[in-house]
């Protein structure tokens, strides 16, 4: 359901979505509940095609482009996971935007979306989470240095924890539709062009699924934790990128960086924030 202030979805956490992540990341499927950050291919947005911009984005809902022309990018987020999603039980999400702010930057005016959703199961909130989107001014760019799936992987120093991904562009293609983000940037190497990239831009909240699933795959609980991440750097090309524990060990964070040993992202392990 679509309102001018809140998007209310409810539906089965069904065992399908998951277990196309699982093969997407070529991992086991889960059982009997999502892994933290998993909920990214349930309960989804999905608009009628009449909607969608140029850019594949939609043109009305939450959130909406603050003007014609402006171009999204993926700031970040903060995600607490209370308990997990049962897989095969009904479940609720709302989204609501929680907060806008405008801002000069040196492309022109910067408008900062924060953007609150809340998953509900049984009776109980579940998941929280909060996610930031940028919108750039018409005829911007975001200078960045592009990989290539012929650049070996940047080498996590020994001892420390890390995985990599080949992120190739038929990954990319299939994350888009497991997600269902139409965001041309992603599979499009002629639009690439026109938001003013040299070629396929790797996801955003992809990187930060890989930060979380560094924690688990390390042991680490992110049950009622935050995990905070920050988008620093566009990752741009198809490549294997790698996801490594930062300077403070696996359980407080990590950090994502391309072939090129560039920072794309960044994470932190906390106690969830009050309120």
Not at 17 to 24: K, M, N, Q, S, T
Not at 111 to 121: A, C, I, L, P
Not at 132 to 137: E, F, K, L
Not at 184 to 196: A, N
């Amino acid at each position: 359901m679509i309102g001018p202030d809140r998007q209310v979805c409810t539906e089965v956490v069904a065992e399908g979505p998951a277990v196309a992540l699982a093969g997407l990341l070529d991992v086991p499927a889960p059982t009997g509940s999502l892994p933290p950050m998993w909920h990214q291919v349930h309960l989804l947005e999905r608009p009628p095609q009449h909607v969608l911009g140029p850019d594949g984005h939609p043109t009305r809902g939450i959130p909406a482009p603050p003007g014609p022309g402006r171009k999204r990018m993926f700031a970040g987020g903060r995600v607490t996971t209370l308990r997990p999603l049962a897989i095969g039980e009904e479940a609720t999400r709302t989204t609501w935007v929680a907060a806008t702010v405008e801002k000069p930057g040196r492309t022109g005016q910067l408008t900062f979306v924060t953007v609150r959703s809340e998953f509900t199961q049984g009776g109980g909130l579940a998941v929280v989470e909060e996610y930031d989107v940028v919108y750039r001014a018409p005829g911007s760019s975001v200078p960045a240095r592009p990989g290539t799936l012929e650049d070996p992987p940047w080498q996590a120093p020994e001892g420390v924890a890390h995985l990599t991904l080949r992120a190739d562009a038929a990954l990319l293609f299939r994350y888009s539709a497991l997600t269902y983000n139409a965001h041309r940037i992603h599979y499009d190497h002629e639009w690439v062009r026109e938001e003013g990239y040299a070629d396929l831009v790797v996801h955003g909240p992809l990187q930060a699924l890989l930060l979380a699933e560094l924690a688990r795959r390390n042991g680490v609980d992110l049950m009622g934790r935050e995990l905070a991440y920050r988008l620093v750097s566009p990752m741009v090309g198809p490549q294997s990128f790698t996801v490594a524990a930062g300077a403070e060990g696996v359980d407080r964070g990590g950090e994502v960086r391309d072939v090129h040993g560039t920072v794309t992202a960044t994470s932190r392990i906390r106690p969830p924030a009050k309120g």
